[in-house]
């Protein structure tokens, strides 16, 4: 499955599973972990971990795995590893303490020590 399908299936999925202020997050030549994060806000825990299962749900109707799942019910963020896109499922809470769309939208400065050109 190309990234870009898998990418709208996400959030396609989030939407209707009634999924607050997505934001897709492109970090392509900034991490070599993922191409794209997903942030979702939950309106709980069981809702962050429902919306998860949704998505993995979906994605197995394409024969798509997740190659991990991290958080339960009692978490305040639920991490869904799809390999090209990661979804961040996050409570409000969480998501306004960690600020993942502040963090990832910096540009990092050069390294210091090379000359001006």
Not at 14 to 35: A, N
Not at 84 to 92: G, K, L, S, Y
């Amino acid at each position: 499955m190309q990234t870009e399908e898998l990418l709208k299936i996400v959030q396609d999925v989030l939407d209707e599973r009634k999924g607050q202020y997505i934001t897709t997050l492109d970090v392509q030549g900034k991490t070599s972990v993922t191409d794209y994060m997903v942030l979702v806000t939950g309106t709980s825990n069981r809702h962050l971990k429902s919306l998860c299962d949704h998505v993995t749900e979906k994605l197995k109707e394409s024969d798509v795995k997740p190659l991990g799942l991290e958080g339960d019910l009692s978490s305040d963020w639920v991490l869904l590893d799809l390999g090209d896109v990661i979804v961040h499922a996050m409570t409000a809470q969480a998501r306004e303490f960690y600020q993942l769309e502040k963090l990832w939208s910096v540009d990092r400065p050069k390294e210091s020590g090379q000359a001006a050109g």
